[in-house]
């Protein structure tokens, strides 16, 4: 019986290192192997209870310390093989089991690849939508940029708060909004920030944020970006990320675009020159890697530069999100300016 455990042992840690070592030489194959020494080196992949695992002798606390190892091991090698986040229900029945198109080959979504805001049924006709072409600014009133929020809710839980308050009220991640007008109003860009809950019914956000963003630019035909500000979601073994800007520790923004809208390729572009401006503003603050949805639009075509930010996640602190209004306005002036 004994040798038979030790079998059984020693052919299961042959089997994760032989699945290991494939993965390591697919993200080779397909240039991601960047990423997967940062998410290693990141979370610091313990090689040593690969080692320790059938070691006899082991005190009790040592044996709770690997079994939360084990823990954090598994539900990370779930998320990124498969987008199962075990730490939300969702996910096991949203979560796609194949690689995504765009981005890491061997990193799996959250929620689900194509489509990984959840934007929901689409009401809205896809044959002939509103779409407002930005009209020429004549004078110092005249709005350049619309930040509203489809998902109110959100908030940041890095310093233990919750990550979304309850249904009809505004998270933290309207105060990132608030700020980030402020600063750009400041700067001298008119800058509308709408507060309008849109999240009541979280499936029909959408639907109820494409109202709130569609009167934005009728009012204000001149605006020429509109920003659709969230936070992102992420397992807590993923870990929060963050960039070191002026000495302080600032949340990373990603910008997502959806390509159901015929015109994405103008938002993307409109996307690319802003993040290029910051990797020489402020180099780190957006995530170099635009995250595609092919299954979804999320309002973007209403008008050209309309996008999708997701300024940090849940792991966050209020205040490391709330830090990157200030830089963000930066880049939108000199995006704007130029």
């Known amino acids: 019986?004994?040798?038979?455990?030790?079998?059984?042992?020693?052919?299961?840690?042959?089997?994760?290192?032989?699945?290991?070592?494939?993965?390591?030489?697919?993200?080779?194959?397909?240039?991601?192997?960047?990423?997967?020494?940062?998410?290693?080196?990141?979370?610091?992949?313990?090689?040593?209870?690969?080692?320790?695992?059938?070691?006899?002798?082991?005190?009790?606390?040592?044996?709770?310390?690997?079994?939360?190892?084990?823990?954090?091991?598994?539900?990370?090698?779930?998320?990124?093989?498969?987008?199962?986040?075990?730490?939300?229900?969702?996910?096991?029945?949203?979560?796609?089991?194949?690689?995504?198109?765009?981005?890491?080959?061997?990193?799996?979504?959250?929620?689900?690849?194509?489509?990984?805001?959840?934007?929901?049924?689409?009401?809205?006709?896809?044959?002939?939508?509103?779409?407002?072409?930005?009209?020429?600014?004549?004078s110092?009133?005249?709005?350049?940029?619309?930040?509203?929020?489809?998902?109110?809710?959100?908030?940041?839980?890095?310093?233990?708060?919750?990550?979304?308050?309850?249904?009809?009220?505004?998270g933290d991640v309207v105060k990132v909004g608030e700020l980030l007008a402020e600063a750009l109003n400041k700067k001298g860009i008119k800058t509308i920030h709408d507060e309008t809950v849109d999240?009541?019914?979280?499936n029909k956000s959408y639907d109820h944020s494409y109202q709130t963003a569609k009167k934005m630019l009728e009012k204000n035909p001149t605006i020429q970006i509109l920003i659709d500000l969230h936070r992102d979601g992420l397992p807590p073994e993923v870990g929060k990320s963050t960039v070191k800007l002026n000495n302080q520790r600032i949340a990373k923004v990603m910008i997502v675009i959806g390509k159901k809208n015929p015109n994405w390729e103008k938002n993307n572009k409109i996307a690319s020159d802003i993040i290029k401006i910051a990797e020489e503003?402020?180099?780190?603050?957006?995530?170099?890697?635009?995250?595609?949805?092919?299954?979804?639009?999320?309002?973007?075509?209403l008008t050209n530069g309309a996008l999708l930010f997701e300024v940090g996640s849940q792991l966050n602190t209020p205040e490391e999100c709330m830090a990157a209004a200030e830089p963000l306005a930066g880049v939108l002036k000199e995006y704007l300016d130029k």
């Open 140 to 170: 110092k009133q005249d709005a350049l940029v619309g930040i509203y929020h489809t998902h109110n809710a959100e908030s940041y839980a890095g310093d233990g708060g919750p990550d979304r308050v309850k249904g009809g009220q505004n």
């Open 1 to 138: 019986m004994f040798y038979q455990n030790t079998w059984i042992k020693t052919l299961a840690i042959i089997l994760f290192l032989a699945v290991f070592l494939f993965f390591m030489y697919f993200c080779v194959a397909n240039d991601s192997s960047n990423y997967l020494v940062k998410i290693l080196s990141e979370k610091s992949f313990p090689f040593q209870i690969v080692l320790l695992e059938g070691v006899p002798g082991l005190s009790q606390p040592e044996r709770e310390y690997i079994d939360g190892i084990r823990y954090k091991v598994t539900a990370l090698g779930m998320y990124l093989l498969t987008g199962v986040n075990i730490s939300d229900a969702r996910t096991y029945f949203l979560s796609f089991y194949s690689p995504p198109k765009d981005g890491i080959s061997w990193l799996g979504w959250a929620y689900h690849s194509n489509d990984p805001e959840m934007e929901g049924p689409i009401l809205e006709p896809l044959d002939n939508p509103f779409h407002n072409e930005p009209a020429p600014v004549t």
């Open 199 to 202: 999240d009541t019914d979280y």
């Open 281 to 301: 503003k402020y180099p780190g603050l957006f995530f170099a890697k635009i995250t595609y949805a092919s299954g979804a639009r999320y309002n973007q075509f």
